[in-house]
């Protein structure tokens, strides 16, 4: 699995992953109604950890840096 997360990429992810993880246990750990849609900051958080997002690959994009 190569690499296709770039650094800017990872921290808007992690920081958009924990707040929809915040949203969907915000009463605790009852989730109901939109509080699901809060769980794909898990999905957010493990592509921001691996560095790699398999929607990207299906694209053929990548935010990583290129080296010279």
């Known amino acids: 699995m190569s690499m296709n997360v770039g650094k800017i990429d990872q921290y ?7 707040a929809l993880v915040a949203f969907a246990f915000q009463d605790g750990s009852s989730i109901q109604g ?8 898990f999905v957010l958080l493990l592509t921001a950890f691996f560095r790699s997002c398999p929607a990207y690959s299906l694209l053929g994009v990548s935010t990583c840096e290129r080296r010279a």
């Open 34 to 41: 939109w509080h699901w849609f809060g769980l794909v900051g």
């Open 12 to 18: 808007v992810r992690i920081v958009v992953g924990l």
